[in-house]
């Protein structure tokens, strides 16, 4: 492969370690990916709007969960990672990764205006030998289409894989989890060129255990699609097993619990609220989009979003139908929603089903309240909502209990017992017994 004198520049870089890196949002996926490069002896600028985060890192305190600040503070102190708003930190940056979020519009259509705004910045401040990589999860062909000509049109006229490099790398963070982190799950990477995946690779090769490469940036995006429509298409395919299983009168996680004691060829997924997270409700509707453009129709995606999509509304008709069997309306009597987190073992509350089961159960009088170690109080709806001090007084007192969230800091059986009524989305009250 011919390489240009600037590429031969960013890798002795990246090999001397003394290549200074940029990171563009600095939430669940840009902060982790940040602290991996300081670890492995990179300089690293973190880039975010929000100051408070960068206030917060500036004195070496760390906001995510994930990276415990005792971590964070000896690689803020020893200035290996600084924080800042000011994108001119580019100037001097080799390489920078674009961590930013990509939602949905109120229309339903994909959001890249902050991947927009980013590439804009780093537009004003390219400079040849530099790196620009895309993580944020997007349609196929964000990369080459909406990036690439922006930091093409630079006045300089840099050409991509030969003046700078542009690669498309998606994030795999799963949040809370601690046995799959940034440093050791395996890094897709394509680049726009063979001389763009081959920086991309040199310098996350020199940070990650594992980076995986692909012939382009669109395999890359579509890539990450894949793995989130796989998780969100089965998802729906288990909530409607709930809803096949209730017409056949079967327990549908005893048949879930039984297939998965397969070896092979099966993969569990269960019942639940509904698809909580920023990522699985949303990335595949990504997919679709794009294809929508290309005048095809991505049928598993609509209907698993479908089906998703309805699981609160069939849960607090649960609730309903729990209430008047024991002769109560739903109007006016007390429920409490055990978790309001969009799973288990972490605070973030984003597209969380639980608060769509709130707002159903409000919506037909119910007085609603909630408990979630995780969640001291939430802004809803403009309402703020306490969490419950009294757990116990909560659980005895409530005409009905629903359980949203399985955080493991819960006493299931307890909870069972203390329980007039129990409505349980995620079958942890009492688990399926095998074997009748
Ligand atoms: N859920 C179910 N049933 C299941 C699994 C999940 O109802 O069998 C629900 C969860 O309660 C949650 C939602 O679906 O509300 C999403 O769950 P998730 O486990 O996919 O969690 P996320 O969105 O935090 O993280 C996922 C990653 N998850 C795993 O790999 C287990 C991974 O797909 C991505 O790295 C990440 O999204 C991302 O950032 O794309």
């Known amino acids: ?197 081959q920086a991309g690779l040199a310098l996350y090769g020199a940070a990650l255990q594992t980076v995986v490469p692909v012939s382009s940036t669109e395999a890359a995006e579509m890539t990450k699609l894949l793995e989130n429509t796989f998780r969100a298409v089965n998802i729906g395919m288990a909530n409607e097993m709930l809803l096949m299983c209730e017409r056949l009168g079967l327990d549908a996680w005893e048949v879930i619990e039984a297939a998965a004691t397969k070896p092979f060829g099966f993969m569990k997924f269960t019942p639940g609220p509904g698809l909580g997270g ?27 979003s479908e089906i998703n999509t309805a699981m609160p509304r069939y849960w607090a008709r649960k609730v309903q139908d729990a209430l008047n069997e024991v002769s109560k309306a739903i109007k006016g009597s007390h429920v409490l929603v055990l978790g309001v987190a969009y799973k288990k073992d972490i605070s973030d509350m984003r597209e969380s089903p639980a608060l769509d089961i709130i707002h159903l159960l409000q919506q037909q009088g119910a007085l609603v309240s909630y408990h979630d170690p995780y969640v001291p109080s939430f802004h809803y709806e403009r309402i703020v909502m306490e969490c419950v001090a009294d757990l116990d007084a909560a659980l005895t007192s409530a005409d009905c209990v629903v359980v949203a969230t399985d955080h493991s800091a819960y006493d299931w059986a307890a909870i069972g017992r203390q329980a007039r009524l129990v409505v349980d989305t995620r079958r942890v009250v009492r688990k399926p017994a095998l074997g009748g």
Request: net charge negative; proline share 7%; glycine share 6%.
């Open 1 to 197: 492969m011919i390489s240009s004198e600037h590429q031969r520049t960013f890798l002795e870089r990246v090999q001397t370690r003394t290549a200074r890196l940029g990171i563009i949002g600095l939430g669940y996926v840009g902060l982790p990916l940040a602290v991996v490069f300081a670890e492995a002896g990179f300089h690293v600028v973190g880039i975010d709007l929000d100051t408070r985060k960068v206030a917060a890192l500036t004195h070496g305190e760390s906001y995510i969960e994930d990276i415990p600040t005792a971590r964070l503070a000896p690689l803020t102190h020893a200035g290996r990672l600084v924080a800042t708003s000011d994108f001119a930190a580019l100037r001097e940056c080799d390489a920078v990764s674009i961590c930013v979020p990509t939602p949905l519009r109120k229309t339903g259509d994909p959001d890249i205006s902050f991947i927009i705004a980013a590439t804009e910045q780093i537009a004003h401040y390219l400079h040849p030998g530099m790196l620009v990589v895309l993580e944020s999860t997007t349609y196929p062909g964000t990369t080459t289409e909406v990036i690439l000509p922006r930091l093409s049109a630079h006045e300089a006229a840099l050409r991509v894989g030969e003046d700078f490099f542009l690669c498309f790398s998606p994030e795999r963070v799963d949040p809370g989890r601690t046995d799959w982190t940034t440093v050791n799950t395996p890094k897709v990477m394509g680049g726009v060129t063979p001389q763009c995946l």
């Open 278 to 304: 920023h990522c699985i409700p949303i990335d595949p509707l990504y997919l679709s989009w794009k294809l929508r453009t290309l005048n095809y129709r991505a049928q598993f995606i609509e209907l698993a």
